[in-house]
């Protein structure tokens, strides 16, 4: 928000043109309330995965445990092969994705931003046409699974998302309103070629566009857990985001995998698995990088969200 | 004419060769992402089976359409896309104008921002993280509200996950707190863009808070309000799949009233199986959500051109 809210006091920056003082403070105890609600879960789930098993199981989900207990992120960390291997999945289609988008969508949307090329019009349309209308889940599914034969392969996880056409429409934007053609035109009487000129000139001028665009790009990637459901079956390729998934719907899921509860059924003993709080510590485990990196990353984010109207 | 129409397109792929080349890539991708599966809707015509393949199964007409319609489940699912996309355009207006309205009355930019910023975070979650935030208040054996909320204050615990009564509420509230946000987000630049000077002459005019805020701040942003709304209703026969999927935990008592049209799609076709009757509802959801993206945009465009989809 900072960008918004610094530049310019609100309304009310005319001292004589402010809220009566009960009407403020209800305002600020609207807010105060309000932003409580938007953590309050995040916290109630951070409390359950340090809450111990047998006092959850006793006492529910409770913000204030009777007892603390680090035994899930024991457990979790005693066997974390799943986890470090869905984490690496992610970590990899974020990065590459978001890097292969980004290079991608930048070398569509620089020609169709060219006035002086002829075809700019059409291949506008070609991508733009996309967002209007869509074949649906069923015949794009057969295309990725018959036709590319992509089921069960991490491609699956990064194609589908490459190319936004609304993020093409704003680089091209971009592209037209910020990139001046006389310094265009300069390069091309220095006898630069086009792909020259792009990496030399388009790309430094165009950080701004570029870095929004990747944020909300390794936001798409890192949460995406729709295509590990449709493309992949396979536990080696599932993302944190669709382990999350597993472990919600089966929280054996994990211990299935886990060496140490056969180690200990092995020995003839009975698993104690603390099922209610792995799961919660799960979570924190997937969604911590984003709580910790999103107060730092929003105002760009916010930029993204007011950047002018998207032509076609 | 047609040799010199030949000279000149020849020359202009000398000239720009290198462009096409730039957009190989991104061509590709649209057409294997986008384009042939628009061509896959004919899928909803034919009697698919694994031996002939796509093309070579035969046709069947308006079959898939008319075993559609029989079932129940096209008039539900209908329903349900339609009503709670309506109620989340209602609230995804109401709701992030009164914030960003308040929020534009705050003295504190300091306080201001940190509201905003906080009101952020839900649209950063996932919709598996959602889900489990969801959970840990509905669960029905150690959620916060039938362990300790609803008997705190003295009523009976609710079986969340089994009770369809709840969930017409549940999900426009969860839908709301990931929204309102970013939604706010957009309100707060538009009302922070108006000018100034409306403002002072308002109060040397004696004008009350009140009276700024209906007369001077919603008459300026109203196309934004109706760009922004017109937008949400050329989408409204797609659901928001992560929503209506993974909050209620396919829990299979609720469909009734959680089955929208892109959840009832992927079940009956990669769980089911039936590809003629997910493809005839897919197609469907298709054409007429196309017709209501121009519809929607002709209208804007007639209310104010610079702000039409295209």
Redesign the interface.
Known sequence: ??S???????????P????SLP??AG??L??IL??L???I??I??IM?SISDEST??R?????FPSKFDMGAYEFLFKDARQIIRSYGISIFVTVFGTLSSLI??A??A???S?SD???AKP?TF???F??????????????YV???ELKDNIMALI??L??SAFF?LIMRTFFITTIPSAVLESAKIDGA???TI?MRIVLPLSLPVLATVALFQT?TY?????LSL?FITKDANITV??L??KT??NIQFLANNSTAAAAIQAAGGTFRFPS?TV??AM?II??GP??FA??FF?KY??KG??VG???? | MDILYGKFQKSVFRKYWMFYLMMLPGIAILVVNNYIPMFGILIAFKNINYTDGILGSPWTGLRNFEYLFKTKDAWIITRNTLLYNGSFIVLNLIVPLAFALMLNEMRSRFLAKLHQTIMFLPYFLSMVVVSYLAFAFMSDEHGFLNTTLLPMLGLDEVKWYFTKEVWPYVLPLVNTWKWVGYYTVIYMAAIIGIDEEYYEAATIDGASKWKQMTRITIPLITPVIVIMTLLQIGRIFNADFGLFFQVPRESGVLFPVTNVIDTYVYRTFLTVGDIGLSSAAGLLQSVVGFTLVFLSNWIVRRINKDNALF
Request: charged fraction near 10%; include cysteine; proline fraction near 6%.
């Open positions: 928000m900072e918004i809210v610094a530049e310019k006091a609100p309304s009310a920056s005319n004589q043109n402010k809220l009407a403020s305002i600020h609207f807010f309000y932003s609600f938007c953590i879960p995040v109630l789930i359950v959850v199981v006492e529910g989900y409770q913000f991608i969508m070398l569509y620089y020609p169709i060219r090329f002829p075809h291949f070609f991508v733009f996309t967002m209007l209308f869509g074949g649906g889940l069923v015949p794009w599914y057969l295309v018959q036709m590319l194609l589908p490459v190319i093409v070629g086009e792909l792009f936001l890192w949460n995406d857990w729709f449709v985001q669709y999350m998934y919600m719907l209610e799961r919660m979570v997937g969604v984003i709580i999103y107060p929003q984010f916010v969200l007011t109207a998207v032509k076609g």
